[in-house]
């Protein structure tokens, strides 16, 4: 399976912007898809993060701020990000963990990522 991320860029503290993920290549199966960030010198953080009940946990340095979403294409997932804060600069990528029986495993696909930079 591959993943595409779209729609990072810049943008200014207190801006929005809103991240899409497709994933392609193995559409007859269904994938938990989550996001993780990278920040240069950092370690990957779980931004959002789909469990296998459906369940979406989020990192608590973006709690209240950002939203992931399905979308309505099967294995698609969206990030709205709101009130950016210059942390928040970083790498996005997207992850998808295939769903079996109900079950998402932990082995992922990763996506190349998309670069957020946000200004102060």
């Known amino acids: 399976v591959q993943l595409v991320e779209s729609g990072g860029g810049s943008a200014q503290a207190g801006g929005s912007l809103r991240l899409s993920c497709a994933a392609s290549?193995?559409?007859?199966?269904?994938?938990?898809l989550s996001w993780f960030r990278q920040a240069p010198g950092k370690g990957r953080e779980a931004v959002a993060e789909?469990?296998?009940?459906?369940?979406?946990s989020y990192a608590d340095s973006v709690k209240g701020r950002v939203t992931s979403s399905k979308g309505n294409a099967k294995n698609t997932l969206s990030l709205q990000m709101n009130n950016l804060k210059p942390e928040d600069t970083a790498t996005y990528l997207c992850?998808?963990?295939?769903?079996?029986?109900?079950?998402?495993?932990?082995?992922?696909?990763w996506g190349q990522g998309t670069q957020v930079t946000v200004s102060s």
């Open positions: 992850a998808a963990g295939l769903s079996v029986l109900g079950s998402c495993l932990p082995d992922r696909y």
């Open positions: 290549g193995d559409t007859g199966r269904t994938y938990c």
């Open positions: 789909t469990h296998s009940n459906g369940s979406i």
